[in-house]
């Protein structure tokens, strides 16, 4: 198995989720800025010119939340996904959607009007609406977790990989995150070790 991805890009959330379940797999950095995502043979794997990307077999799976989502299916006893038809396994998914959805939207918003697109196409205003909205969306996810260690049971799960990651985004963009639950929260998180593994794994082969 092989997951293809960037240092501080949405690929650490695949690369946090092998090292969770204990996958073994080979990690190969793709030069984002230097325009490797967009030409052969990587633009092969994934035409839209982004990371992660995973390869098992056959299979050539895009998007970091089904990337977390199968490598939780293909190692059960790690429990990063509850059983099937349970509850658990609905908030699990009703979270992770959130993360994809409201609460990363604002901040790729924020991300591709700073660095992303052409200059051409930034629309500076727009980051004071995508703030606005963050702010919103973060208060609605300080309600959900309430005074529990995971967003979900007593187990941390995908659910917290994609929203950990969201907050992390945001303090890297310097997005305030006024909730002292939420900050505890993804301090809590951010301190895992096979976050420090996986951040560990994407550096070394972008430097390697």
């Excluded at 960037?6 to 984002?32: K, M, P, Q, T």
């Excluded at 043979?41 to 390869?55: D, R």
């Excluded at 895009?62 to 908030?91: Q, W």
């Excluded at 005074?147 to 979900?152: D, G, K, L, S, T």
Aim: proline letters at 5%; glycine letters at 6%; a neutral charge.
């Amino acid at each position: 198995m092989k997951i293809y991805g960037h240092a501080n890009s949405r690929s650490v959330r695949a690369v946090w989720a092998a090292e969770e379940v204990g996958a073994s797999y080979d990690f190969e950095s793709i030069d984002l800025f230097g325009g490797a995502a967009r030409r052969e043979p990587f633009v092969s794997l994934n035409p839209a010119g982004k990371v992660p990307v995973l390869v098992d077999g056959d299979l050539v799976l895009t998007e970091s939340a089904a990337i977390c989502n199968y490598l939780a299916m293909r190692h059960p006893a790690a429990g990063l996904l509850p059983a099937e038809g349970t509850h658990e396994r609905a908030l699990v998914e009703r979270w992770s959607y959130f993360a994809m959805t409201e609460l990363e939207q604002p901040l790729w918003t924020i991300t591709k009007h700073k660095i992303v697109y052409p200059e051409s196409k930034r629309v500076p205003a727009i980051i004071d609406t995508a703030l606005w909205e963050f702010a919103k969306t973060a208060k609605l996810l300080e309600q959900g977790l309430g005074e529990r260690e995971f967003i979900v049971g007593e187990r941390f799960s995908v659910a917290d990989i994609l929203l950990a990651h969201c907050l992390s985004w945001a303090k890297a963009f310097k997005v305030p995150i006024e909730s002292e639950s939420l900050m505890a929260y993804g301090k809590r998180m951010w301190a895992r070790p096979a976050l420090a593994r996986a951040v560990a794994r994407e550096q070394a082969a972008e430097h390697g």
